[in-house]
């Protein structure tokens, strides 16, 4: 197992143009995270899946915005209609409920979206 | 409502010197802490958390309610001890983790 894995690594747009994320969790992860990082920031919650259900949506998360996890596995991320503010890293993490406890995020390396 | 606060965007220390990161947390309720880091070119990684009270790489925290603070702290850095550094809290609804604008820990050889 690679861990998180998400892709495309960076993406250059135009304003205006849609723009879809994937995220690949580790297999056994049934929680699922997105996040949104701005330069001089830290990580900000979007929103949060627990196998296919979206639990949980953020402020931040625009109408603009939708999250799938159609099959309790892969995630994906679009954005419609893009505006440089947009311009962030986006993250992903997951994690495995059966490590209540320790309570660890795994991420991603993360997508980087660029709107000019 | 949950916040973190790190005070500190950059901070500096000479190799073999204490190190101390701050972080401080806004919560009512029991608050479950982290440390997260970030080495250069590297994907976000859990450091420590203060559940487990453990020692990684050197470094501790320990939860002080009264202060509402979670410092992290090392007492000889090292030089590949430079990452980014984030404070991170969980707590619901959603058990969400909240994190800290992060802290840039360069330490000079």
């Known amino acids: 197992d690679t861990g998180v894995s998400q892709n495309p690594r960076h993406k250059i747009t135009k304003r205006g143009q849609n723009v879809t994320f994937r995220c690949d969790p580790i297999s056994e992860h049934n929680r699922l995270y997105w996040y949104r990082q701005t330069l001089g920031q830290g990580p900000e919650f979007l929103t949060y899946?627990?196998?296919?259900?979206?639990?949980?949506k953020s402020r931040l998360l625009s109408d603009r915005f939708s999250a799938e996890r159609p099959k309790g596995s892969f995630s994906t991320l679009e954005i419609q209609r893009t505006e440089q503010g947009d311009s962030a890293m986006y993250l992903c993490?997951?994690?495995?409920?059966?490590?209540?406890?320790?309570?660890?995020?795994?991420f991603g390396e993360g997508s980087r979206l660029t709107v000019l | 409502a949950q916040r973190v606060t790190q005070p500190e965007k950059l901070l500096s220390v000479f190799k073999g010197a204490p190190v101390e990161l701050k972080c401080n947390y806004s919560?009512?309720?029991?608050?479950?802490l982290f440390w997260y880091v970030q080495y250069s070119r590297q994907r976000l990684q859990l450091l420590l958390r203060?559940?487990s009270r453990e020692s990684i790489k050197g470094f501790t925290a320990d939860l002080n309610k009264g202060e509402t603070s979670f410092h992290l702290k090392k007492p000889f850095a090292q030089e590949e001890d430079s990452a980014m550094y984030y404070c991170?809290?969980?707590?619901?609804?959603?058990?969400?983790?909240?994190f800290g604008t992060g802290t840039s820990l360069t330490v000079i050889p």
């Open positions: 203060h559940i």
């Open positions: 919560y009512s309720g029991s608050p479950e």
């Open positions: 991170a809290l969980k707590a619901p609804p959603g058990n969400q983790f909240y």
């Open positions: 899946f627990q196998n296919e259900a979206q639990l949980e």
């Open positions: 993490a997951s994690r495995d409920p059966g490590l209540a406890v320790t309570g660890e995020l795994f």
